[in-house]
């Protein structure tokens, strides 16, 4: 992971009406002045009008800036196209988590809130193609926000094992005031919460066997004479019942800041199997704040981030498999497939392949996309 200091271009206090090529403008270039063709600015911006096409590596973004030619890339502040060399020896060389920042401070300004609040889900991935060719990077840890599925931040590490670490780096580089943030059992640790809470924000943390002690104490809460609130989603032959019973917080909780725990039973049927997982929650909002049925929600939201940005990452931009892996190249081209996907959910698009497919069809269309964006 970078240990480069946060720069003044973070996620925080950046306008609404700060436009993607004005912020990607303030990216560092790591090249030497003399003899530079191209900006980085207007390298990452026909990047990113590439992958609104569907490209997946340097090869089809080269191409894709071939054939939209120097007239269309001139807006973007591209004059002569730049080749697919250029493309590779510049990403590899960036600072990603500083390209991150940048990427997140403009996302962040796009993202809705829900009931006053924005809410956040913090959660990692392996990029496996990465790994496989031993990058530097190949593992991310990033902020989805759960009504848009844009990424509000990112971080790169070189291992799982260290996702706690960054999980908290990124909570410290957000602007988190005032929002919601949800996270897996992994993050069930006390330092995290702490470090929520102190940005401002509340905590919403799932409790598992990680948590040995405070697991075997949740679950022998007297949850039987617990009002229960419940719904029953139906569709493609699946029925999804979701049952959650919210207590006051106990006194031996050692999370400070702890309002409320919660059980969250989940009960799917598929073609007449059932399966039941059972879910403990700690968090520090507090039931004006969050009645069962908003925790329920919030819980629920933070399940979607697989299929909001892990499932989309994977399948659709074929992520696990790119062989882009030198330097900082997996976290940098991760970072434009979270800006294709801000930009797609901002502008309506629910569906990122059929999204991909329209902006294919017309070569003008991503141009216009990224200058609005």
């Known amino acids: 992971m970078s240990s480069s200091p946060v720069p003044a271009s973070s996620s925080k206090h950046v306008s609404r009406q700060a436009l993607l090529l004005e912020m990607l403008a303030g990216v560092v270039d790591p090249r030497d002045p003399r003899g530079r063709r191209h900006t980085v600015a207007a390298l990452l911006a026909v990047a990113v009008g590439a992958v609104l096409t569907g490209a997946r590596g340097f090869t089809a973004i080269a191409q894709w800036a071939k054939d939209a030619g120097p007239a269309r890339l001139a807006v973007l502040g591209m004059r002569k196209v730049a080749d697919e060399s250029t493309f590779r020896r510049v990403f590899a060389r960036l600072d990603a988590d500083g390209l991150d920042q940048t990427l997140g401070a403009w996302a962040v300004t796009r993202v809705r809130t829900v009931g006053g609040r924005r809410v956040l889900a913090i959660d990692g991935k392996a990029v496996r193609g990465a790994r496989k060719r031993g990058a530097a990077v190949s593992f991310l840890v990033a902020a989805l926000e759960h009504t848009t599925g844009v990424v509000a931040g990112q971080v790169g590490i070189d291992d799982k094992s260290s996702e706690i670490t960054a999980a908290r780096t ?63 989603q139906r569709g493609h032959g699946r029925r999804a019942t979701r049952t959650i019973k919210v207590l006051q917080a106990p006194a031996w909780i050692e999370f400070e800041g702890t309002v409320q725990v919660a059980q969250l039973r989940r009960t799917v049927t598929v073609k007449g199997k059932k399966s039941v997982e059972v879910v403990y929650v700690i968090t520090s909002a507090d039931v004006t704040a969050a009645d069962p049925a908003t925790l329920a929600a919030w819980i629920q939201g933070h399940w979607a981030v697989e299929n909001k940005l892990h499932w989309v990452r994977d399948v659709t931009f074929d992520e696990d498999r790119s062989a882009a892996a030198a330097g900082a190249t997996p976290q940098v081209m991760a970072s434009i497939r979270n800006t294709v996907i801000a930009i797609l959910r901002t502008t309506g698009w629910t569906n990122v392949a059929h999204a991909l497919r329209h902006h294919a069809r017309d070569l003008d269309r991503p141009i216009r996309a990224i200058l609005t964006a």
Request: aromatic share 4%; proline share 3%.
């Open 170 to 232: 990124l909570i410290e580089r957000l602007d988190l005031d005032g929002a919601v943030v949800t996270m897996d059992a992994l993050h069930a640790q006390r330092e995290t919460a702490a470090k929520i809470r102190a940005a401002g924000a509340d905590f919403v943390l799932a409790v598992k066997g990680n948590q040995k002690t405070l697991h075997t104490r949740l679950k022998a809460l007297p949850w039987k004479d617990v009002p229960a609130w419940t719904t029953t």
